[in-house]
């Protein structure tokens, strides 16, 4: 890598075209900037956005594309302006690198909700230059978009928090749902969901996984620790279920109803859409007329939100559940993501991969 005077040539792992094979990929960064922050990526979760943008499901992807947005690294060099991190520091990067810092939500600190985010990847910095993310040996970002790994959590247990984790504790967090003794659903069992019911568990709830099928009952309760397990095609079970639940964290991406859920929330219940739907969803009014429930929906976490979830997961003892891989197995990895063949969470080694060499292990 060049010095603080020139730009860095780096290699990552991106996308050609919506086919979404990734295969590496030589690059330049733009120059150390004042408030710049040089990361040497250690580790990147597979998000299932990943899949999304790298095969343009979405509509809007541009190529070459180096997905990524759960990124762990270590700091190598930073810019003069830069007071929160130095080097050797171990940070994360995820979803968002720049934000206007004008406008309400800026102001507000909750920098998600600005409509000048810039995307980690697959969008274009204030230089002009494309966003490239963390399938990469490197990344620079501005200061206020890293956030330090507290001693304690690992590196690669890290990763996961930065999308996956603050995406549920911002909702739960926000919308006053952290009290122990709240009775919590989880709406499908993915990367997000087992999240949920791990975050949701150690702010002491009692947690219902909610799923189509029987499938998913012994993983729920023995390896994720639920309380119950509820079956949404046992009419039975689900007239019983009704009026129990003080929240519902719907991570379900694809169209689905919202009566049946709606009528297992209790009074005030909070129905939290998280999934990427791109068609209308529908429900009668008395559905949340009747009790007061709210249908809303919650987009990440902001910076704030997201150091708080890493110190939250030290102090609870709480680990993601993923599956370490290497750069070569990358492809596979987002295919066996794609099945929803993944417990939990997959993350890629990237620091241990010889990356430029094809990405078998270093
Ligand atoms: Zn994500
Ligand atoms: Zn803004």
Not at 68 to 95: L, W
Not at 143 to 159: D, N, R, S, Y
Not at 312 to 339: H, P, W
Request: aromatic share 6%.
């Amino acid at each position: 890598m060049g010095s603080l005077a020139s730009e860095r040539t780096v290699t990552g792992w991106a996308a050609r075209d919506a086919a979404g094979h990734l295969s590496p990929y030589t690059y330049t960064l733009r120059k150390t900037g004042p408030e710049d922050v040089v990361v040497k990526v250690m580790y990147c979760g597979i998000c299932h956005t990943d899949i999304h943008q790298a095969k343009n499901h979405l509509g809007a992807s541009k190529y070459p594309m180096v997905p990524g947005h759960e990124v762990v690294g270590e700091v190598v060099e930073v810019g003069p302006e830069v007071t929160k991190y130095g080097v050797g520091d171990v940070v994360g990067v995820g979803v968002i690198v720049g934000c206007c810092r004008d406008c309400r939500p800026c102001k507000a600190n909750v920098e998600q909700y600005c409509n000048k985010r810039i995307w980690s990847y697959n969008d274009v910095y204030t230089d002009g230059r494309p966003t490239q993310g963390g399938f990469s040996s490197a990344m620079i970002v501005d200061q206020k978009f890293v956030v330090k790994i507290p001693a304690g959590l690992a590196p690669e247990q890290a990763a996961p928090l930065l999308c996956a984790g603050v995406t549920v504790y911002s909702p739960l967090k926000h919308f006053g749902l952290m009290s122990p003794g709240l009775r919590g659903g989880i709406l499908g069992l993915g990367g997000v969901g087992h999240m949920g019911v791990k975050v949701a568990k150690s702010m002491g709830h009692h947690v219902t996984v909610i799923s189509s099928s029987g499938k998913k009952r012994a993983e729920a309760m023995d390896d994720l620790g639920a309380d119950a397990y509820l079956i949404s095609s046992d009419a039975g079970a689900m007239a019983a279920a009704a009026d129990t639940l003080d929240y519902i964290i719907d991570t379900v991406p694809v169209k689905h109803p919202l009566e049946p859920y709606l009528a297992l929330l209790k009074m005030d219940g909070k129905l939290v859409l998280m999934g990427v739907i791109a068609e209308p969803l529908s429900f009668v009014s008395p559905m949340v007329m009747l009790g007061r429930k709210s249908i809303t929906g919650s987009f990440i976490g902001s910076m704030e939100e997201t150091e708080e979830v890493l110190r939250f997961c030290v102090e609870k003892g709480l680990t993601s559940q993923i599956e370490v891989v290497k750069m070569d197995y990358l492809n596979q990895a987002l295919e066996r993501l794609e099945r929803n063949d993944v417990r939990y969470r997959f993350v890629v080694d990237v620091a241990g991969s010889n990356i430029e060499d094809g990405g078998a292990p270093a």
